[in-house]
């Protein structure tokens, strides 16, 4: 049971991570370089729709019955594998499809602060540390651990939902 465990979650990550890199190109595609909030709102979407549909699947497969635990266990380690498999993405994005991105990301972020009408010094200021948060491995390394925390927190508030106790627990 334990192979299948973490054989389903890493499917189920790579499914919800296949996701999320269709929302990448299409985000990049369009121009919004992450500054869209209807994009990053659809992140969320795939990201609880997939942890949900996982939970389900996952809690049926175990007999219908499965413990809070269990349930939150088996999201992590989903939210893992989809966090690995869009962080190589966006790797991959930014550093060989388009090494660019990073700096029209800047340029788009710019563009967004000046449009609120905020100080030149304070967008420089906010330009230059994104600059420097924007290296690959901090960026990578940021991304990878706030993808996790976000799902993590998701799976315990979804697992709640999808838990069934009874006479069989998994």
Known sequence: ???????????????????????????????????????????????????????L????QAGGFIAYSTLVGFGAVVVIASAVVACLFDLLLTQVIDPSYTERMLMVLEDSLISKGIAEKQIEMIVDTSRKFA???????????????????????TSAFIQRKGDRRV
């Open 1 to 55: 049971m334990k192979n299948s465990f973490i054989q389903n979650a890493v499917t189920y990550g790579l499914l919800i991570g296949l996701g999320l890199i269709i929302l990448s190109l299409v985000d990049w595609q369009l121009g919004f370089y992450g500054q869209n909030v209807a994009f990053a709102l659809l992140h969320y979407v795939v990201i609880i729709g997939g942890l949900v549909w996982s939970a």
């Open 57 to 60: 699947a996952w809690r049926n």
């Open 135 to 157: 290296a690959p491995a901090i960026s990578t390394t940021i991304s990878f651990f706030v993808s996790v925390l976000r799902g993590v927190v998701i799976a315990l508030i």
